[in-house]
């Protein structure tokens, strides 16, 4: 065979070769519902390891608080040192918290959760069941700079999907505390009021931490939205605006819903 065939040989199989890597790398419809179904799994396998993390929480013996706020406040901050008095006083009177898991206002909440187990009041102490003890808890999440789970943490679990993070955040809870946060505190906070305006989820006490911070978020809603009609005046008493961690014990505490915990329709 000459060198002119032999290469030309050769040539003719490196084109076919190429061809067939590029139809197979061809986006198809097919493909694409393989990948739509394989993310489907995904979220179905994320929500079901949450359900069975969580379940114990639904017969509300210890009851679950939720507290939000942002990973970006320094450690050293009022809010944060508040954030972890209030976790303290919340696992001393026997209730659980829960958080996204991560640094400073979260990491405050849950070291506070910590010590307040150590202070857990006679009264308050249930069975020595580990389901039925305060527990300091955490929902992490995958970002692109992702963070470590602080390191108070009795159970943690980790999430993919910012919604299925945002349903176990919300659905096992009796209350809910807002520290001062960013977009994601707010899209937290959003979702708690509307599962509560639509009766989605029982009217469980939502505190928004830091007058300083939410009173111009408040007042935003008051000024603008009810004169348009957008919410109704008596929607903005599903918030209670404080800087008192009395307060905020006081409202949970006195909640008729304390110990049921939240259930999202179906």
């Not at 976790?87 to 991560?102: D, F, H, I, Y």
């Not at 159970?155 to 807002?178: D, G, P, Q």
């Not at 946060?181 to 599962?195: H, P, R, V």
């Not at 830091?210 to 978020?217: A, M, S, Y």
């Amino acid at each position: 065979m000459s060198q002119y065939h032999l290469k030309n040989q050769v040539t003719q199989k490196t084109k076919k070769s190429h061809a067939v890597r590029a139809k197979k790398a061809k986006p198809t419809a097919k493909n694409g519902m393989s990948t739509e179904l394989a993310r489907a799994s995904r979220i179905h396998k994320e929500f079901i390891k949450g359900f069975k993390t969580f379940h114990h929480f639904s017969n509300g013996q210890v009851p679950l608080i939720s507290i939000f706020g942002s990973s970006r406040i320094s450690d050293k901050d009022t809010y944060c040192k508040a954030a972890e008095t209030l976790g303290m006083a919340l696992a001393s009177e026997g209730m659980s918290v829960l958080t996204g898991g991560g640094p400073s206002i979260m990491q405050a909440a849950n070291r506070g959760a910590k010590k307040g187990q150590k202070r857990l009041k006679p009264s308050k102490t249930p069975s020595a069941k580990a389901n039925q003890t305060p527990q300091s808890i955490g929902c992490t999440i995958q970002l692109p700079n992702e963070y470590k789970p602080n390191r108070y943490l009795d159970e943690s679990m980790h999430f993919h999907y910012f919604f299925v993070r945002k349903v176990m955040l919300i659905k096992y809870s009796s209350a809910f505390v807002f520290f001062p946060g960013g977009f994601g505190t707010l899209d937290e906070l959003g979702e708690a009021l509307t599962l509560i305006q639509t009766k989605k989820i029982e009217p469980f006490p939502i505190i928004l931490f830091g007058t300083q911070f939410w009173k111009p978020f408040y007042n935003w809603l008051k000024d603008a939205g009810v004169p348009l009609g957008t919410i109704a005046p008596e929607h903005l008493d599903l918030m209670t605006l404080t800087d008192s961690i009395d307060e905020t014990l006081s409202v949970i505490q006195s909640s008729t819903k304390m110990i049921t915990a939240a259930k999202i329709a179906r």
